[in-house]
C-alpha cells in the first residue's frame, strides 16, 4: 500500500540525548582502560622506518660534508630527512603486512557464537546532492539489508542539509517513493535543518540530540556510501558484541570509476591498499582511525566523549573544526573507548572523483580541515597514536610543498659542481654566496633510485602478492592484463604526481593565507571541462615546468628530473586527459579493470538500476506538474 506524502520533516518520537562540546585543555575522567594496541607491531613499523630514514641522512651527509657543511646543506638535510621518514612509514607498514599473512595472523576480529541484538541507525548526511543518486543507493541497500533477515533492528535516516529549493523538493519526492517501496520492517526518515549550522559535524550532533538515545549504534554513511547487508550486519555484530568498542571503521573500496584519472584511482585502491589497510590495521589496533563514513559507533559513548568545541582563529574568530572525524576518533580513545579498524569486511564501498579538476576541489577542503590538526595535537588525554594519526592527516599535505623545495633545490644543484645552476649564477654574481659541495651524477642517481625503489615499494609488494596467487589474478582479468595495468597505474601515478604536488603545495598556502574554502558538492559524474577552465586552472604548473626546461635545455638541470619537467609542461593536457571515458578501450590493460569493474557487485547493479528508476519518476513526474 502506498503510505500517505509526507511532511517536509519526517521523524519518529523524539528521543534526546546529552551532547556536551569536550574541553580540550582538560583530559576527561576515563572509563575502564581498553586494552592497549600490540606494541610488537608498532616497534616494528617505526623502528625500520626511523632507522631507515637515518642511514639516508648519513649517507647524504658523507656527500654534502666534503667542503664542510653550510647553514643551508642542513637544511637540506633535514628536509631530506623529514620528507623520507614517511615514505619509509609506508615500506615498513607494508612489510609488516606481509610479515603478518606469512605468519597467517589477521587484523583483529570477533566472531562469536551468539550476537546480542541491538538498534542500529543508518544516517545519511547530504548537502545539495542528487537526489536519485542517494535514494537510490538507499534502496538498494535496504533491500539487501531485510533479505538477510539479521538479529538487528535498522531505521534509515536521511539527514539533509540542503540548502536548494528545487534539490529540496527532489528530496522530499524521492522520500515519498523510497518510503512506499522499501522493506516495511526498516523505517525511513528524512529531516531537512533550516539552517546547516556546522555543516556536516552539526547535522549528526542535531540528530544525536534529538533523537540518539533511542539507538544503541549509529552507522555513518555518505551521500555515495553503499555497502551490502552483510557488511553492515557485521560491523552491528562486531560493535554489539564488543562492549569496549566505542567505534569500528570498514575499509571502502572505490566503485563506478570510468575515467582514466578515477581507473587510476580504483585499481590503486583494490591491488595495492589492502596491503597497506593490514598493515594499520595490525599496529593501529584499539588506537585506530576514523574516515567520516562507513563505519559504526556507539552512539551514547560519541555523544560523551566527541563533542566538538569551535577553535579560537585568527583575530579571535570562532572556527569550526573541518576534519571532526580524525579528532573524534581521538576523543572516543581518550575516553576509553576502543577505535577499530576492520579491513577484511568486504562490501564496503564509495565513489571516487572522476577528474583531476574534480579531485583537486576536493583535496582543498580536506587540506583546510587536516592542516587544523596542528593545532590540536596538544589537546589534553590524546593517546600518542591518536596524535601520530592528527599528525600524520597534516603531514600527509605539507609534504607537497616539502617535495617542492627539494625540487627547487635539485634544480639549482643537481647537475654537477661545475654547470649546476646555483655555481654557473655565482660566476656572474660574485655577491652570491658560494655552495661547492654539489652531488655527483653517481650520487644523483644513487639518491632518486632509493627514493623512486621506496616509493613504488608498497605498490609492487601489493602487485606482486596478486601476481603470484592465480585465483587473485584471475579477478583482475588474467596475469598479462593485471601486469600491463600494473605499468600503465605507475606510468599515470608518476605522470600525474608533480600536477598534485603542485596543487597541494597551492592548497597549503591558501589554507594558511585565507580565510575560508569554497564548499559545493563533490563532483560525482565525470565531465570534461573546457581548455580555457584547463589553462587557468593549471597555469602555475605549465609556467614552472616551462622554467625548468629552459634551464634543461640550457644545461643547467640534472637529466633525472626529465619526468618532472613533462609532467608539469603537460599539465593541461594531462588534466584533460583525466576526463577521458577507457572503460571501454579494448586493450584490457590500458582499462586498468579490477575485480568491481569485471565482475560488478551485486550491490553496485541493484543501485544503479535503483537511481535511474528514480530518476525517471522524479523527472517525469516534475513534467507532468509542469504542464
Known amino acids: 500500500m502506498t503510505q ?7 521523524m519518529p518520537p523524539a528521543a534526546p540525548l546529552d551532547m556536551d562540546a569536550q574541553d580540550f585543555t582538560h583530559a576527561p575522567a576515563r572509563r575502564a582502560e581498553a586494552p592497549a594496541g600490540n606494541r610488537r607491531w608498532r616497534l616494528a613499523v617505526f623502528g625500520p622506518a626511523c632507522v631507515g630514514t637515518l642511514a639516508l641522512m648519513l649517507g647524504i651527509y658523507g656527500w654534502l660534508s666534503s667542503g664542510g657543511m653550510t647553514g643551508l646543506e642542513w637544511a637540506l638535510l633535514m628536509m631530506i630527512g623529514l620528507t623520507f621518514v614517511w615514505v619509509t612509514l609506508s615500506v615498513s607498514t607494508v612489510g609488516v603486512a606481509i610479515s603478518a599473512l606469512l605468519a597467517r595472523q589477521a587484523a583483529e576480529t570477533r566472531s562469536p557464537a551468539a550476537i546480542t541484538p541491538m538498534d542500529v541507525a543508518l544516517l545519511v548526511p547530504i548537502y545539495n546532492e542528487v537526489p536519485w543518486d542517494v535514494f537510490g543507493n538507499a534502496a538498494a541497500m535496504l533491500d539487501d539489508l531485510a533479505a538477510r533477515k539479521g538479529p538487528h533492528s535498522y531505521s534509515l535516516f536521511i539527514l539533509s542539509d540542503t540548502r536548494n529549493e528545487t534539490i529540496a523538493a527532489q528530496e522530499r519526492q524521492a522520500f515519498e517513493r523510497l518510503r512506499a517501496t522499501a522493506p516495511k520492517q526498516i523505517p525511513i526518515y528524512y529531516r531537512r535543518r533550516t539552517a546547516n549550522t556546522d555543516k556536516k559535524v552539526g547535522n549528526l550532533v542535531n540528530w544525536i540530540t534529538g533523537w540518539g538515545a533511542a539507538y544503541e549504534g549509529m552507522l555513518v554513511l555518505d551521500a555515495d556510501s553503499l555497502m551490502t547487508g552483510r557488511a553492515i550486519e557485521r560491523l552491528a555484530s562486531e560493535l554489539a558484541n564488543d562492549p569496549e568498542a566505542g567505534l569500528i571503521q570498514s575499509f571502502p573500496m572505490l566503485i563506478g570509476a570510468n575515467t582514466l584519472f578515477a581507473r587510476v584511482q580504483q585499481f590503486s585502491n583494490i591491488a595495492y ?13 584499539n588506537e585506530g ?3 567520516g563514513h562507513n ?33 573524534e576518533a581521538g576523543l572516543l580513545r581518550r575516553a576509553g573507548w576502543r577505535v577499530r579498524f576492520l579491513p577484511r569486511v568486504t562490501g564496503s564501498f564509495e565513489e571516487t572523483p572522476g577528474t583531476l579538476i574534480d579531485y583537486v576541489l576536493r583535496d582543498r577542503r580536506w587540506c583546510r580541515g587536516n ?41 639549482l644543484l643537481g647537475k654537477d659542481a661545475e654547470t649546476n645552476v646555483i655555481r654557473y649564477f655565482n660566476e656572474a654574481n660574485p655577491l652570491f654566496p658560494d655552495w661547492p659541495p654539489a652531488m655527483s651524477h653517481i650520487d644523483s642517481a644513487v639518491f632518486l633510485v632509493i627514493m623512486y625503489a621506496m616509493l613504488l615499494a608498497p605498490k609492487l609488494a601489493g602487485a606482486a602478492i596478486i601476481a603470484a596467487t592465480p585465483t587473485a589474478t584471475r579477478s583482475f582479468g588474467g596475469r598479462r592484463p593485471f601486469l600491463i595495468s600494473v605499468l600503465t597505474e605507475i606510468a599515470l601515478s608518476i605522470a600525474y604526481a608533480p600536477v598534485l604536488m603542485i596543487q597541494q603545495t597551492k592548497a597549503v598556502l591558501r589554507a594558511t593565507f585565507t580565510r575560508s574554502e569554497p564548499w559545493a558538492p563533490q563532483q560525482r559524474s565525470a565531465q570534461s571541462y573546457p581548455i580555457t577552465t584547463l589553462i587557468k586552472f593549471h597555469w602555475i604548473e605549465t609556467l614552472l615546468g616551462l622554467l625548468l626546461l629552459a634551464g634543461l635545455l640550457a644545461g643547467l638541470i640534472s637529466l633525472w628530473l626529465v619526468p618532472i619537467v613533462f609532467s608539469l609542461v603537460a599539465a593541461v593536457p594531462l588534466s584533460a586527459l ?14 586498468m579493470d579490477s575485480p568491481n569493474s569485471l565482475r560488478e557487485p551485486a550491490i553496485v547493479r541493484r543501485a544503479r538500476t535503483a537511481r535511474s528508476k528514480m530518476k525517471n519518476q522524479i523527472l517525469a513526474a516534475e513534467q507532468i506538474a509542469a504542464e
Open 4 to 10: 500517505p506524502p509526507c511532511p517536509p520533516n519526517a
Open 273 to 285: 591498499g589492502w596491503l597497506l589497510a593490514e598493515g594499520l590495521a595490525l599496529w593501529s589496533r
Open 289 to 291: 582511525n576514523y574516515w
Open 295 to 327: 563505519a559504526i559507533i556507539r552512539t551514547r559513548a560519541f555523544a560523551q566523549s566527541a563533542g566538538l568545541p569551535h577553535l579560537r582563529g585568527r583575530k579571535g574568530r570562532s572556527d569550526l573544526i573541518l576534519s571532526h572525524d580524525f579528532v
Open 371 to 411: 592542516l587544523q590538526h596542528l593545532r590540536l595535537l596538544r589537546t589534553a588525554g590524546l593517546h600518542p597514536v591518536s596524535r601520530f594519526h592528527l599528525l600524520h592527516g597534516a603531514v600527509s599535505y605539507l609534504l607537497s610543498p616539502a617535495w617542492f623545495v627539494l625540487l627547487v633545490v635539485w634544480a
Open 578 to 591: 583525466s576526463a577521458l571515458d577507457v572503460s571501454r578501450l579494448g586493450l584490457k590493460g590500458l582499462r
